[in-house]
């Protein structure tokens, strides 16, 4: 499947790094999925200065581009945070490493029959994403509800479904893949979703978010293998992805800039 990845360049224009001369143009390759991150690569490979020029690597999943930068077949990757990052890393001994936060998620709950989570009832049905950095979020936006309660020896952002001391609803929460969220949100009382994904269903969080949350450890990050840090390439990467035409794009979508 990795073989068969085909590397798109970003626009169907030159990007800003080709060289009208003929010279050598140094290609960096970045991986991401959905907008806004897709933007954000498109809008770098445009500023991205001579020399060097942004292929986009588009892929479905959220594992796979780690593996990918792991394996040294790409250069970065646009599709996670940090505290997801982490737990790739500790899970497959890993090395990678953020390079810069770029913008700011607001996640939620949404529910297309409930206007608040009090109005969750009784025996009702919760979906909330199943990696831990993902259920930790959820899981803490509920217990800052008022919806549960966390163990109180529990970091915050840190907890799982085992560390659930009160439950007075007798909610059932499932977890699942990231990519079935969209899908959950057609069947269960309240769904947790990343912004993402909820824009492909005409949700936002300001518009439809039951409970909405925003802390700045859980931004969109530019990442890269531990040992590419500070090279040259992911320099002009690191400029290209926070420039004016970056922030533009990202303020024409709505999305907060982290940088």
Known sequence: ?????????????????????????V???????????????EAAAEAIEEGYEIELVPVSAYVQPNVLVENGEIDANFVQFVPF??????????????????????VAFYSKSLGSLDELPQGGSVVIPNDSANAARALQLLADDGVI????????????VADI???PRELTITQV????????????DAVFNLPSFARQLGLTPVDNGLAVEQDPQFAVTLVTREDKLGTPKIAALEK??????????????DVPPAF
């Open 149 to 160: 309660t966390l163990d109180e020896g529990v970091e915050r952002f840190k907890g799982k």
């Open 85 to 106: 990052m982490e737990e790739f890393n500790t899970k497959n001994d890993a090395s990678l490493a953020g390079v810069k936060p770029i913008y700011s998620t607001v």
């Open 1 to 25: 499947a990795v073989a068969s990845l085909a590397l798109l360049t970003a626009g169907c224009a030159p990007s800003a790094g080709q060289t009208d001369g003929g010279g050598d143009v």
């Open 27 to 41: 290609t960096i390759t970045v991986a991401a999925t959905v907008t806004p991150m897709t933007d954000v690569v």
């Open 165 to 167: 001391t009160e439950n």
């Open 240 to 253: 290209a992805f926070t420039s004016d035409k970056v922030r533009e794009t990202l303020e024409s979508l």
């Open 177 to 188: 893949d990231l990519l079935q969220l969209n899908t959950a949100y057609e069947e269960a």
